[in-house]
């Protein structure tokens, strides 16, 4: 029996090592074990997050060669095709409803920019927009909405005549 160091934990489960002293390595085998999954499993995660920030930033080439700089479909301000910051980023638009694609940005990290996957996305159409005009557009039912709008914008008689 001995104490391990990483766990704090007294345990007669240790592996052999001959290097040390006791003939038994110093931290307990469940430590080990632990230690090689988190290993293993951060290297998986950053392999693909790797994967993905390459898809991306081959993405991002044909998006600039495509659209050009990206400016708001709606209120026009700059934009990027990639930041940290969620006010200046592209955010993609549905603007045909959600044609089965929730997160263009999913479709676009996780399949590679190939001519067929090009094509896919063209064909869906997506819209550039800031962050706050994507918000306040509701994805299905645009019609109907921007009637509302209108009907509400123009129909306080007296108040907001321009
Ligand atoms: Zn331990
Ligand atoms: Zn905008």
Redo the contacts with the bound molecule.
Sequence with gaps: MKK??????V?NKFHKNRTNKDGLNS??????N?YHKKRYNGNIKEGKLNRYAKIRSKWNEFFQNHYGDPICGICGIPLKWTSDNKQDVVHWDHKHGLNGVRSPSTFCGNRPCTPENIELWLSYDFGILCRWCNRILPTEGRQNWLHKLTKYCMGTPGIHTV
């Design positions: 391990c160091p990483r766990c704090g934990r345990k931290w307990c085998s469940d430590c080990i632990d």
